[in-house]
């Protein structure tokens, strides 16, 4: 895998850095034209960029392009970083962040879309705050990383690496010969979604502030909102079944959308069978909930549907916005919704989970051992849509799966080691690593994460981190093979 240079990469995590400290002169900016305190920002955006500037200018440039090694290492750290920098501006506002544990807890819920949040009463953040946690959402939706690919020209076909190590997934392919326009094609229907829904919301009557803070937020999969009650607070059904509608557009396969969009073959776009799954696991939830709120709960039929469909959708795609309290739901339909967190959206997209395409897959792996059970000398292929699975795929699906579950238990451990009730670590820690935000339990849609002990908010984070790099790039750096030569 190549030598790890160490100057190769702080050189480019200082290029980073001074593309992070670009992006906060963007709240800054809104921050004084909105006649807000400009401090908070200011002094982040000085550190930020200083650093960053300190590492581009004094270390050498590399002479050639980054290894896989390097490439993994250097996802790792661009995300602690951007995490640690991004969380200055909450720091440096004591009067709403008490430590830097919540300040960078709330930073690594926001830059992996997590939407986790510590705050109990988010009208009362000022606006510069507030454009800050969902801008974050933003960025880190479609990946720090990528974005980096395709701004930063240093790169060059080193940049394969970092987009193998961030765009994971089985679906994560080049869109066109160069990584960097692949990453820019991206990004351009990145934007245009956004776009999209600011209009949209703005067309259904949410103020122009709201507006743009939910549209990086839901297409980014985030759920930061700048309500306390999340989208429940518009009370607006025109609202709610736009903000679904964009929770299921950026949780689906940018791939797709790049064939749709771009290629103009709506035909691919329709008969993929990832889409088909996703959409049928949230229809048929949906209905099954809205079931069990109208004849259990005493809901209104019209009433339960949709909150079960927005609901469904939110934790479904991972966005976590909320419009009722879930946590006070019946067990079952509280039982599905934890299971809809593991799942997640398609590959390729914003969502967290494990992907509703491994879920297929993993179906169909157990299906096949049934099948060898009874026939010991047949040869049996997993097919998936129109393909057969290669059994290298098969074997990394498994690894994933462990993982993903052993990084459970051991949160779960941790957590409940620091103090933290059984119910509530589970659900915190699905909620984290799967990127979902609001959990059960004490981490509700209500009560959030404030009340955790620090050593819990800590854990998390680490689990929102390694979550949305989907395991592999995160436990790897901690392996003794990887730092062997």
Known sequence: ???????????????????????????????????????????????????GSALFFGLPRPATDLNRRE?????????LAVSFFGALPFYFSPAYFSSFTDAFFEATSGFTASGATILRDIESLP?????????????????????????????????MALYRAEFSGARSEKLKPRIAHTAQALWKIYVFLTLAEYVALRWAGMNSFDALCHSFSTVATGGFSTRTASVGAFDSPLIECIIVVFMLMGSINFTLHYRLWVERRPRRFI????????????????????????????????????????????????????????????????????????????TGSTSGGLKASRMVLLYKVVIREFERMVERRGVFA??????????????????????????????????????????????????????????????????GYGGLPAFAKWVLSFCMLAGRLEFYTVLVIFTPAFWHK
């Open 1 to 51: 895998m190549g030598v790890i240079r160490p100057a190769a990469l702080g050189y480019i995590l200082g290029q980073f850095l001074l593309a992070l400290g670009g992006t906060l002169l963007i709240p800054l900016a809104f921050s004084l034209w909105s006649h807000g305190g400009p401090a908070p920002l200011a002094y982040a955006a000085v550190v930020t960029a200083g650093t």
């Open 71 to 79: 490439g993994l290492l250097l996802v790792f750290c661009v995300w």
């Open 127 to 159: 606006r510069d705050l507030q454009f800050w946690r969902c801008f974050s959402h933003w960025l880190g939706g479609m990946g720090i990383v990528l974005l980096g690919i395709a701004i930063l020209p240093l790169l060059g076909m080193g940049g």
């Open 271 to 346: 008969s993929d069978f990832e889409l088909r799954t996703l959409l049928f696991i949230v229809v048929s939830s949906s209905l099954v909930i809205a079931a069990i709120l109208a004849l259990k709960s005493g809901y209104a039929p019209a009433m339960a549907l949709r909150k079960a469909l927005f609901q469904v959708t939110a934790i479904t795609t991972t966005t976590g916005f909320t419009t009722d309290n879930f946590a006070q739901w019946l067990p079952l339909p509280q039982l599905i919704l934890l299971a809809l967190m593991f799942m997640g959206g398609c």
């Open 382 to 447: 997993v097919r998936v849509g129109s393909g057969v699975i290669p059994e290298t795929a098969v074997r990394s699906l498994l690894n994933l799966v462990y993982l993903s579950f052993l990084v459970n238990f051991l949160g779960c451990i941790l957590l409940a080691a620091s103090g933290v009730d059984v119910f509530t670590s589970i659900a915190a820690v699905a909620a984290a690593m799967f990127n979902i935000g609001p959990g059960l339990g004490n981490v509700g849609p209500v009560e």
